[in-house]
DNA sequence: TCCATGTAGACAAGTTGCTTGTCCATGTAG
DNA sequence: CTACATGGACAAGCAACTTGTCTACATGGA
């Protein structure tokens, strides 16, 4: 009965945990200027073909907070805006050889962060969560706050 | 190998989806001045034996930052700071009635939240999966924000 | 072709939840 | 009883987001 409640926690307590130490592993890697937020843009920019107003749809955020993100980033060097090809008021986002390789930087950080799980629950086992998640998979947009 | 991206993924959707969902119906059953952190600070509070500078680390907040959610949670009638019995500094926090409805509120948003998924996997696997996550049972503050 | 409506993005201002900095009162260890 | 630590409050500042408004361009129907 109240495991729902339990899983509830325990869903919440994990994804903190994994946000909290992948931006911390991130940071050490000489990313220090990037947050949390900016890894799920990241993850819809390399995505590929994303405007401004798709990030703000994804983050679950208003075109001009996206706006100011991209803006943020573009001037750190993680991002460039290219006119898109068939409209000539959007532009598309792409990731400069930085922002892939901040990519890879939190992708690592993702595996490391999981890897002690994975041995405490074991190959097998840890197989089975992935494929029971799998089968929970979430549509719509990714909310990286609260 | 890129499963422990995918579990990432997976985790941080499912509680960015699970913190909406909750949320939502919270504010539905009338709780509409209650934003999701409250949610974690009523979840110590109702603990027992919290004050300011304790809910503060659970959180992973500032101690100023608490004590601003706190005052917030007293205006709006959710919580009452009484006298600490063996710390004149100290001031402990309880729950009001109205403060234990909203808790009552959020438990069975995240049941209800939480029931599609059960009947998805079925009962077995579901408890499995609550087994499993259990053992990878996270300690430390529970980050709200990121 | 022209017009009405919708959408991408920028500029500006305001809100808010958090931070740092400082202070006092009380507790605790030597 | 002195030195230091801790709970909590007051004040100011910051940073990420919001709402509101605007221009340029796209799109579908008459």
Known sequence: ?????????????????????????????????????HGFAFARISFGGATTADLAEHLGVTKQAAAQLVEELVRKGYVVRRPHPRDARARLLELTDEGW???????????????????????????????????????GPIRPAW
């Open 1 to 37: 009965m109240d495991d729902a409640l339990t899983f509830s926690a325990l869903v919440l307590a994990l994804s903190g945990r994994l946000v909290q130490e992948i931006h911390a592993q991130v940071s050490r890697q000489g990313f220090e200027d990037l947050r949390p937020a």
């Open 101 to 139: 390789a901040a990519t890879r930087a939190a992708d690592q950080a993702a595996r490391e962060a999981v890897a002690p799980w994975r041995e405490e629950l074991g190959e097998a086992r840890f197989q089975e969560l992935v494929a029971d998640l799998t089968r929970l998979a979430p549509q």
